[in-house]
């Protein structure tokens, strides 16, 4: 909760690139309710920036179960660097994180998603170890 202020901004910023309308109060209570409910981990990245403490980038981490493993599955659903500072491995630096976050956490998986057209995400991942998942469909419904 102490990083609430700098989270909300980061991830109104997040939503936008994704074509969302900005809303600030609306990600800041979206986030303060999933660290309320304790139902994601929310890793941030901090770096100094002409003597100020300044948010880089987060990742957002949401629990789940693998019914065939028996295993906790993380789903690695947010991952978000400020476009200023991209290209300089804060992203890396985050996916590594949650790597090491599901591993202390004996997690059968973490998993990702992105867009088949988002070729820089793609490289991204497989530069850190993630394996493409070919055998199956993903689907959606929306509500």
Request: hydrophobic share 40%; aromatic share 12%; glycine share 4%.
């Amino acid at each position: 909760m102490n990083d609430l202020e700098v989270l909300a901004f980061m991830f109104d910023d997040y939503r936008q690139c994704y074509e969302q309308t900005p809303d600030f109060t609306a990600a800041k209570n979206f986030i303060q309710d999933r660290l309320s409910l304790n139902d994601t981990l929310l890793l941030i990245a901090y770096d100094e920036i002409d003597g100020q403490k300044i948010g880089t980038g987060f990742v957002q981490i949401y629990p789940s179960f693998s019914s065939i493993s028996m295993k906790k599955i993380f789903i690695l659903n947010d991952l978000y660097v400020n476009p200023d500072l991209r290209k300089k491995g804060i992203a890396k630096l985050l996916i590594n994180s949650a790597k090491q976050f599901a591993i202390d956490s004996k997690a059968g998986q973490l998993v990702i998603e992105t867009r088949i057209s988002n070729s820089s995400a793609q490289k991204l991942y497989d530069s850190v170890g993630f394996t493409k998942e070919g055998e199956h469909l993903y689907y959606y419904l929306e509500t």
